[in-house]
């Protein structure tokens, strides 16, 4: 199975090929919206992207958008293990330790964190894990 660098172009390509085969379903209840700067980054500039819940269903995408409930800034390190590694406390780790910086409302960021994965969304974070390097 080929690999693709975090974040490049052409993992989002493959992230989209992924979501479209296997759908992602999120945890119904929950509607957020977050901006992320991921900084230091090897592709010479930061990465800006979103992503977030609404309506049942999981979504993300290069750039800013202008309705986000808030905005996470953190290392590209960091961003990968949290995003990539599938350990639900990473992200909790990251922020104690400051290298997650988070700005808005942060009772939002809570409630993604409770909710409960449909399985093909389990499938989908399996595939990324594998295709990432």
Known sequence: MAKYQFLSDEWFA???QL???HGAEAPGGVNVVMNLTVTDTPFGAERHLHLGVQGGQAHWGIGHVDN???HVTTDYPTAKDVFVSGD???GMQAF???KVK???DMAK???LQGGVADPSTAEVAARIKAITE
Do not use: C, N, R
């Open 14 to 16: 493959i992230i989209d």
């Open 19 to 21: 979501v479209e085969e």
């Open 68 to 70: 986000a409930d808030l």
């Open 88 to 90: 639900p406390t990473a």
């Open 96 to 98: 104690m330790s400051g």
């Open 102 to 104: 988070v700005q808005g």
């Open 109 to 111: 960021l809570l409630a």
